[in-house]
């Protein structure tokens, strides 16, 4: 890893060191360690955040292990996002709308609170680029997966009206039911209904390096003018969407502000500090991949 200009003082762990970490299977590929590590060092905290590889298999033992241990909570990443939200003693509500939770917090009263803080994130890293649509418009969404339900539940909330299609339709049947209000557009037909959106929101993995489809790269030539496109893919950081987008001249959200921005809560309640998100923290992390 490239240890970047902007890199904080060394860590300070003592005895009494707050401790979180992130749980998966596999957890390698994680940028959570770097960026929570980051914080603690920039912010001067006693703690330490580390990966956590539990299978399907051991993962509730592994959270109630962390519990038993001291820990203030933990990440939950694929493919534990459903068991978290089953296992949680209380959930937030963009954890019930999401149906899945993402940040786990080791209350002091034994209790274990659920969170949902992805859609958040998302809406957050648009408000940071004054991108954020307002209420009544009309937002598309590649995808019918935990990550599009996390955006579709969020943008809702915020009164935005969404469309989901998704390559396998019944899946976007069953998210459409699960968050009524929420309209189902064929596949084959979204790119001639594009000029009716200001926000087209790939949560798919086509794009990603190594993914299914690296190359995908739809017709956005129906696309209005205003029309806002931002990717959940962030490697690499222009996927071939954004940079079709920017070629027609259109806005573009990159996916890492919504990485970072979903930490921030779980960062808040473990180790009591509100981290900023910034140009410092963004090369941080961009230099750890
Ligand atoms: P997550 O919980 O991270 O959203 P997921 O539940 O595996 O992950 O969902 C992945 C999404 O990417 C789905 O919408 C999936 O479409 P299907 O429901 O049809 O599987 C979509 N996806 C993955 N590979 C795809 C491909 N080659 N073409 C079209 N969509 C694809």
């Not at 299978?55 to 990440?75: D, H, I, Q, W, Y």
């Not at 803080?117 to 004054?130: I, P, R």
């Not at 086509?206 to 962030?234: N, R, S």
Request: net charge negative; charged share 15%; proline share 7%.
């Amino acid at each position: 890893m490239t240890q970047s200009s902007n890199t904080p003082p060394s860590q300070i762990i003592t005895g009494k060191a707050r401790l979180a970490g992130v749980l998966g299977w596999p957890v390698g590929h994680s940028r959570s360690p770097a960026l929570h590590n980051y914080w603690l060092r920039r912010y001067g905290v006693d703690g330490a955040y580390v990966p956590l590889p539990a299978t399907p298999e051991s993962f509730v033992a592994a959270v109630m292990g962390l519990k038993a241990a001291g820990f203030r909570g933990a990440n939950v990443t694929i493919p534990h996002k459903e068991a978290a939200y089953r296992l949680a003693d209380e959930l937030d509500h963009s954890a019930r709308r999401a149906g899945a939770v993402n940040t786990l917090v080791f209350r002091d009263d034994g209790k274990i609170l659920g969170l949902s803080t992805d859609g958040d994130g998302f809406l957050a890293s648009l408000e940071a680029c004054g991108m954020l649509p307002q209420p009544q418009s009309r937002a598309i969404l590649l995808g019918a997966g935990g990550a599009a339900r996390s955006v579709a539940a969020a943008l809702q909330d915020r009164g935005i009206q969404v469309a989901i299609t998704n390559r396998t339709q019944e899946r976007a049947t069953a998210l459409a039911k699960a968050l009524p209000g929420v309209e189902v557009l064929p596949w084959n037909e979204w790119e001639q209904k594009l000029g009716m959106f200001s926000l087209l929101v790939n949560t798919t993995s086509l794009g990603m390096e190594g993914g299914p489809d690296p190359l995908f790269c739809p017709d956005l030539g129906q696309a209005a003018p205003e029309l806002v496109v931002a990717d959940i893919v962030y490697v690499p950081q222009i996927t071939p969407l954004l940079a079709s987008a920017g070629q027609h001249g259109l806005r573009t959200v990159g996916g890492l502000g919504m990485l970072l921005h979903q930490a921030r809560l779980g960062f808040r309640e473990w180790f009591g500090v509100d981290p900023q998100v910034d140009d410092a923290t963004q090369e941080y992390v961009l230099n750890s991949f």
